[in-house]
């Protein structure tokens, strides 16, 4: 048996710290989303550690992450969920279709609080 979801976390995950650098879109008991440092673009992170959500928080995660991307983006993106850099702990982005290209150019957005404007830095 795997220990209930509410414990499970771990301290030196970086999706379990979940610091506050970059913009937060949306917070909830099951997931949140905020851009990724890496690539800026959104990215829901389940609440729990681990790499199975239940279905309902799959569900849940990926259409709260859809809503966001399409107010950003339009129709321009996929969900990308192949967990690269954290591959223990569920999560997911949406890329727009230059995301790779912008990468290095964006300029990285700021916490301003959850669900706020969105602001960028320079
Ligand atoms: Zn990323
Ligand atoms: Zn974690």
Same mark, same amino acid.
């Given at each position: 048996?795997?220990?209930?979801? $509410? ?11 979940? $610091?506050? /650098? ?17 690539? !800026? ?8 550690? +681990?790499?199975?959500?239940? $279905? ?10 859809? !809503?966001?991307?399409?107010?950003? /983006? +339009?129709?321009? /993106?996929? =969900? $990308? ?8 702990? /569920? ?21 301003? +609080?959850? !669900? +706020?404007?969105?602001?960028? =830095? !320079?």
């Amino acid at each position: 048996m795997s220990p209930a979801p $509410d414990q499970q976390h771990d301290p030196d995950c970086e999706l379990c710290q979940a $610091d506050r /650098f970059t913009h937060w879109y949306h917070e909830d008991e099951i997931c949140w989303v905020a851009d990724c440092e890496a690539c !800026g673009v959104p990215m829901v992170v389940w609440r729990h550690h +681990g790499t199975e959500p239940p $279905d309902a928080d799959v569900e849940h995660a990926l259409s709260v992450l859809n !809503g966001i991307a399409e107010q950003r /983006f +339009g129709d321009a /993106f996929s =969900i $990308d969920r192949q967990m690269r850099q954290v591959p223990d702990h /569920f999560h997911a982005h949406a890329r727009d279709t230059d995301w790779w290209s912008k990468r290095m150019t964006r300029p990285l957005s700021r916490y301003t +609080g959850v !669900g +706020g404007d969105r602001e960028t =830095i !320079g």
